[in-house]
């Protein structure tokens, strides 16, 4: 697999060491493949709620009162 190098300030390079030494991770590699698929599931998660709020808006104005709409949220949590 290519891999690609990143350069990192002193500071920031020793946190993902210390990381790794820590037995936490495999490795300063493992480290960053973690944080970027934490930031994929994220920005995932992100664009649904995006899409939900697009939808909403989308809908319109709805004709229930704000007690109906506590009741239903209870009724499905």
Known sequence: ????TIELPDDLK???SRKAESGEYANPS???SGLIRRDQE???K???MQ???DAGL????????ADELFEIAKRIS
């Open 58 to 65: 989308a809908s319109g104005v709805g004709n229930r009162t």
């Open 51 to 53: 899409t939900a709020v």
């Open 1 to 4: 697999m290519p891999g690609i």
């Open 14 to 16: 020793d946190w993902v």
């Open 42 to 44: 994220r920005a995932a």
């Open 46 to 48: 992100i664009s649904a």
């Open 30 to 32: 493992d480290y960053v």
